[in-house]
């Protein structure tokens, strides 16, 4: 079995830990969204137990991917640094109990099992961190992009018209 692959529950009952280096290359998916598959992904996970007796996954992502740039159309590095917790729940009934009853965004509840993939989970945290429409903050060889010109509201128009 994987260094990777782990009984979730087991794993945050005896507070265990685990982390790697994973090449983008290896990532199916977060390959696929690269402009190449180079780079590296930096990964930890901590098992443990939330103050209110949840079993708790305390992840952090980091690490560059090649991205597009939607502006020029040139690659670039992006780098990228996430933490997360979760906590687990034995079936998606229960998560949506959990969710409800902690009434906090900060916190994701997730559905644990027997055969949880760490690696999956930190590819899900790096496909989440990187943009959607990635740009440089400044193209090369041309200026920054200026801001777009935010209109005026409606108000202040009116307020205009009144004068």
Known sequence: ????????FAFCRVGDQRDGVTPVAGLARLAAEAAMPDGEIRWSFHGGRHPK???????AVEGE???????????????FATQSLLLLANDETEAD???EALDDESIDVIVGSAALDLL????????????????HPQ?????AI???EKPDS??????????
Do not use: W
């Not at 007796?53 to 992840?59: K, V």
């Not at 409606?154 to 004068?163: I, Q, T």
């Open 154 to 163: 409606p108000f202040a128009v009116l307020h205009k018209l009144k004068k």
């Open 53 to 59: 007796g949840y079993p708790q996954l305390s992840m």
């Open 120 to 135: 999956q989970l930190a590819e899900d945290e790096a496909l989440l961190a990187i943009p959607l429409s990635p740009r």
């Open 1 to 8: 079995m994987s260094n990777t692959i782990v009984d979730a």
């Open 139 to 143: 193209c090369p060889g041309g200026a």
């Open 97 to 99: 109990a959990t969710e």
């Open 65 to 79: 991917v090649s991205l597009v740039c939607q502006r020029c159309l040139l690659p670039f590095s992006y780098a």
């Open 146 to 148: 200026p801001a777009p």
